[in-house]
């Protein structure tokens, strides 16, 4: 900023917030969204400008805030679209989806992850795509589609099996340990929650770690276990 390179020093803001935001620093984080988002208009780095949307929709994402965060990736997506950035594009895209998900609007969700897939194997980006698969395929499964969940989450398996991402695979195994759970498999739905905890516990992701405790709890009750699962 004191040498007048506002482009990065933009870049800078959006940084410093999302470490904010990482550090569950939520309302600071915001502030200096708002610094950035304001520095981009008046100086004019249209770049810039969807990546602040992007980032302050993640923040409001994991608040629970649906209505900012929806607004924030729609225009985020809108805005890539037009810069011509269509990875990105696709990722905003992925993550909108994402937020419909949380609120169970399926539908929108199931055609936006489609769309995100179709882009990411149009770009051949492995890791984005194994992604949007895992989630079209949870998707699919709350929509009671079984069989076509369990298509989506093979690829989405072996693609991130290929590329060495365990916390991948287990997102794969929490949807699969859904499944199971839905179709009355207590054993093979426990085996699955139980792998995909640890995972998420070694690595410190403690909201997916919280989800598979829940699954497993659920699972134990459905095997008539009622005290193991009281302890979850």
């Known amino acids: 900023a004191r040498v007048a390179d506002h482009e990065h020093s933009i870049m800078a803001d959006i940084g410093l917030a999302d470490t904010l935001t990482s550090m569950g620093e939520f ?17 004019g780095f249209p770049v810039l400008e969807a990546m ?16 900012e965060a929806l607004g924030g990736f729609e225009r985020s997506r809108h ?22 998900l949380e609120l169970r609007l399926l ?6 992850y489609e769309q995100a897939v179709g882009r990411f194997e149009a770009l051949d980006a492995p890791d984005e795509l194994a992604w949007a698969l ?40 929490l949807t699969r340990a859904e499944l ?20 998420f516990s070694a690595v410190g992701m403690a909201q997916r770690h919280a989800r598979a405790e829940v699954l497993c709890a ?10 193991a699962a009281a302890a979850c």
């Open 27 to 43: 309302e600071e984080a915001l502030l200096i969204y708002a610094r950035a988002r304001m520095r981009v208009a008046t100086h």
């Open 52 to 67: 602040v949307d992007e980032s302050a929709a993640l923040l409001h994402l994991a608040r629970g805030e649906y209505r």
């Open 79 to 100: 805005g890539y679209e037009r810069l011509g950035m269509p990875q990105r594009q696709a990722i905003a895209e992925m993550q909108l989806a994402d937020a419909y």
């Open 107 to 112: 539908p929108e969700a199931l055609t936006l």
């Open 134 to 173: 895992a989630q079209h395929g949870r998707t699919q499964a709350l929509q009671a589609r079984p069989q076509r969940a369990a298509e989506s989450l093979r690829r989405a398996a072996d693609l991130f099996r290929s590329h060495d991402t365990p916390v991948g695979e287990a997102a794969v195994a």
């Open 180 to 199: 199971a759970l839905s179709a009355g498999d207590s054993d093979e739905a426990l085996k699955l929650a139980r792998s995909a905890a640890a995972c």
């Open 218 to 227: 659920r699972a134990m009750l459905l095997g008539g276990h009622n005290e």
